[in-house]
């Protein structure tokens, strides 16, 4: 069960403020300044030296592929996306129910202990007998974390995966329709087949759309299928954009335009990216991303996550959102702060869970907001983007779910 710490001492937020915090259940109902240092009480935690956050989100993983790399699933250097999808192919079956479980929920344990307590994974339908078992997997984790982060699914679906399996697939509890429309024999079909079966299920979409740097450009289909919900609630979401950072800044900038009039949300997935795309191109090497800082500056619904972690589409990954934040400034060129948000509550608002706040200040901790935070041993946010402290409590609606404590000793004379 969660640890319950309704009260928060001497906490700094992202304004210079330092803060005493106060929980009524899952919201955070009082901030104020930090009271004269006295002794803590019984079921108060100090927070003196520690940067309070919105917590981290992790918006776009493989959950049921992640940890698999191995000699039997190995990642074919310089052969890009399409080598790591044949190398997955050859040794997903011998993936079960019980070994997806184990993996997702080591890796989903990873992020919770970084300051994750919302996590969008995508999840394969499988070419066999049992196509959904990646799913039961995932759904059967899900339940398990239930108290302590928001796990949702999106069904990966084939160009030629059958209304039967997404019937049962929502029946099983999947939250979002995906594919990779790119990779179909007729990406336009593929994708008006996939917002209509999105439409009749009354869920949103999350696309794996142009995850590539030269071909044809498919997300027009979707912005042009994609409606805009009657809230500020992300509906349709367009993960990868990889091409979208090669085409002429005149067509990136229509494009980026006429999703915005659609709010339709953008996940940038630099780390698989910039080591899927590009390899073979050794002058001048390009970097996949899609354009982040047009992005933001369009004011679109924009975030970052880690996408494939140690397999066979990307061997790196440390389950923490920080190492995709400092990603993003050294790639993207982002301004730190930024990046940290795309991370946490940007990432939240692409993912359907939270508002964009009206100040537009995303890292600011707010009276009213459900509890779920994380505290950081940082004095900035460039030490705890740039340092990734692994001192961290991690808060899941307003429960201390998570803490980790770094020891170092140095044992050497003349220190
Ligand atoms: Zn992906």
Same mark, same amino acid.
């Given at each position: ?206 696309? @794996? %759309?142009?995850? #590539?740097?030269? +071909?044809? =450009? &498919?997300?027009?289909? !979707?912005? /042009?299928?994609?409606?805009?919900? *009657?809230?500020?609630?992300?509906? @349709? %979401?367009?993960? #990868?954009?990889? +091409?979208? =950072? &090669?085409?002429?800044? !005149?067509? /990136?900038?229509?494009?980026?335009? *006429? ?157």
């Amino acid at each position: 069960m969660p640890h319950s710490s309704s009260i928060l001492r001497n906490a700094s937020l992202v304004n210079g403020e330092q803060v005493d915090v106060r929980f009524d259940g899952s919201r955070i109902s009082h901030i104020a300044p930090a009271s004269p240092p006295s002794a803590i009480s019984r079921g108060e935690l100090d927070l003196q030296g520690y940067l309070l956050l919105p917590a981290l989100a992790e918006p776009h993983a493989h959950l049921d592929k992640t940890l698999t790399l191995s000699p039997d699933v190995p990642f074919q250097s310089g052969k890009g996306l399409e080598g790591a999808i044949s190398s997955w192919h050859r040794a997903r079956h011998h993936m079960t129910e019980a070994n997806i479980y184990e993996r997702a929920k080591s890796a989903s344990m990873k992020l919770l202990h970084h300051g994750t307590t919302a996590i969008r994974t995508h999840v394969d339908v499988h070419r066999d007998d049992d196509p959904l078992r990646a799913v039961r997997a995932l759904i059967h984790l899900r339940n398990d974390l239930r108290d302590v982060m928001n796990l949702q699914l999106v069904l990966l679906a084939h160009w030629d995966t059958s209304e039967e399996i997404f019937k049962e697939a929502v029946r099983l509890g999947v939250d979002l329709i995906g594919g990779a429309p790119h990779m179909a024999p007729d990406p336009v079909r593929h994708t008006e087949r996939l917002m209509k079966i999105a439409e009749t299920f009354n869920v949103g979409t999350d696309f @794996h %759309t142009d995850e #590539h740097l030269d +071909r044809e =450009s &498919t997300i027009q289909h !979707f912005i /042009r299928l994609a409606y805009r919900s *009657s809230t500020e609630v992300v509906r @349709h %979401t367009a993960s #990868h954009a990889s +091409r979208l =950072s &090669t085409v002429s800044s !005149f067509e /990136r900038q229509r494009i980026i335009e *006429s999703a915005a009039a659609k709010n339709l949300g953008f996940i940038a997935l630099p780390q698989t990216n910039l080591y899927l795309q590009g390899g073979n191109q050794r002058i001048g090497t390009p970097r996949g991303i899609a354009p982040i800082n047009d992005l933001l500056h369009q004011g679109s619904a924009v975030a970052a996550g880690g996408d494939n972690q140690r397999d066979a589409f990307n061997p790196m990954g440390r389950f923490d959102p920080l190492e995709i934040a400092s990603l993003v400034v050294t790639a993207s060129h982002v301004e730190v702060k930024a990046a940290l948000a795309l991370v946490s509550s940007r990432a939240r608002h692409v993912m359907g869970l939270a508002e964009a706040p009206s100040d537009r200040n995303w890292l600011l901790v707010k009276q009213g907001q459900q509890a779920d935070l994380l505290a950081i041993k940082a004095k900035s946010i460039d030490q705890a983007v740039g340092e990734s402290p692994m001192d961290r409590y991690t808060f899941h609606k307003g429960q201390l779910v998570a803490r980790s404590h770094l020891r170092v000793e140095f044992l050497f004379r003349g220190r």
